[in-house]
Each structure stands twice: as C-alpha cells, then as structure tokens.
C-alpha cells in the first residue's frame, strides 16, 4: 500500500515557475515507475512526466524542455520542476506510483498559470 500526497501548486503568472512534491509513504517505493498527470476542465486526464524505478524519464511534447521530473528514493518524494509556465499549463497535477490502471493516485494539486 503506498499513499500520496502532492503539494507545490498554486498561482503563478505567465513565465514563471513551481516545483511540485510527492511525498509517499508505505513500503517498496523505490521499485514502482512514478509520473506526474494533469487534468483540466473538461479534459482527460493526460500523462505529463514519467520516471522508472531506474531513472529513465519521458514528458509530453507540450511540456519537453521546460519540466522536469526527478525523484529521491531515501526520501520517498517525487518532483516535477516547471518552468516557463503557460495558461495552457493550468489544471489538477497528479502523482501516480504503479501506473495509470492499477496505480495508486494523490488527491491532486491546483496550478493556475494566469496570462
């Protein structure tokens, strides 16, 4: 069993920056793959970032270069680093550990980019 919870979101303006947190509690979190999701109003929720228990990482195109995902094992958090935020950027980030089906999920966290 593994919980999650998000923190960091918030308002920003255009350009500017968050980094957002998930910390985990429970065991094994190192072997699972984490990701970070959004989801805006009306959309679906839609994958931002990726990270395997090795390291590897993958982003959406519309985010590739300006986040980045890391995670620290000893301290069971993840992170998501970004930059040059854009109104279009504005939705719920969530964290997943396990995958998007049988994964466990945070409650979300708000990030309003305003123009």
């Known amino acids: 069993q593994v919980q999650l919870v998000e923190s960091g979101g918030g308002l920003v303006q255009f350009g500017g920056s968050l980094r957002l947190s998930c910390a985990a509690s429970?065991?094994?979190?190192?072997?699972?793959?984490l990701g970070w999701y959004r989801q805006a109003p009306g959309k679906q929720r839609e994958l931002v970032a990726g990270?395997?228990?090795?390291?590897?990482?993958n982003y959406a195109g519309s985010v590739k270069g300006r986040f980045t995902i890391s995670r620290d094992n000893v301290k069971n958090t993840m992170y998501l680093q970004m930059n040059s935020l854009k109104p279009e950027d504005t939705a719920v980030y969530y964290c997943?550990?396990?995958?998007?089906?049988?994964?466990?999920w945070g409650q979300g966290t708000q990030v309003t980019v305003s123009s």
């Open positions: 997943n550990a396990g995958g998007f089906q049988l994964g466990y």
């Open positions: 429970g065991s094994m979190f190192s072997i699972y793959s």
């Open positions: 990270i395997t228990n090795g390291g590897m990482t």
